[in-house]
């Protein structure tokens, strides 16, 4: 597998991960992120920070991976609808903030 660079807020490159699709879902006729073409992966670096991996199918695009927050990690998995993905051991500490999202109460009629 190829390996992707790593972005930081201020566009320095901060490490390099494997590129992955670990967030494309089935449309009904390809596997993506919800935009045509376009792909996204995640990881997790020795320090503890997460990476969305971004990748595209289109020509002159490169693929790249940005730190994001254990939050911003959490709404990409929810939003690809892998939640397999809180058993795999990198994610793991995502489970209970997920869990936590069905403790909130609703309001009766």
């Not at 996204?40 to 020509?59: C, E, F, M, P, R």
């Not at 939050?71 to 939003?79: G, K, M, S, T, V």
Request: aromatic share 10%.
């Amino acid at each position: 597998m190829s390996k992707v660079n790593v972005y930081d807020s201020d566009g320095n490159v901060v490490a390099r991960v494997t590129y992955n699709q670990d967030l494309d879902f089935w449309d009904g006729r390809n596997w993506s992120c919800g935009g045509t073409g376009l792909h996204q992966g995640i990881a997790k670096l020795k320090d503890g920070n997460y990476v969305i991996v971004h990748g595209s199918q289109w020509q002159g695009d490169r693929a790249y991976g940005e730190i994001v927050t254990k939050e911003e990690a959490l709404q990409a998995i929810i939003r690809s609808g892998n939640l397999e993905l809180f058993d795999d051991p990198r994610f793991r500490e995502l489970k209970p903030m997920y869990e936590r999202l069905d403790d909130t109460e609703e309001v009766e009629k």
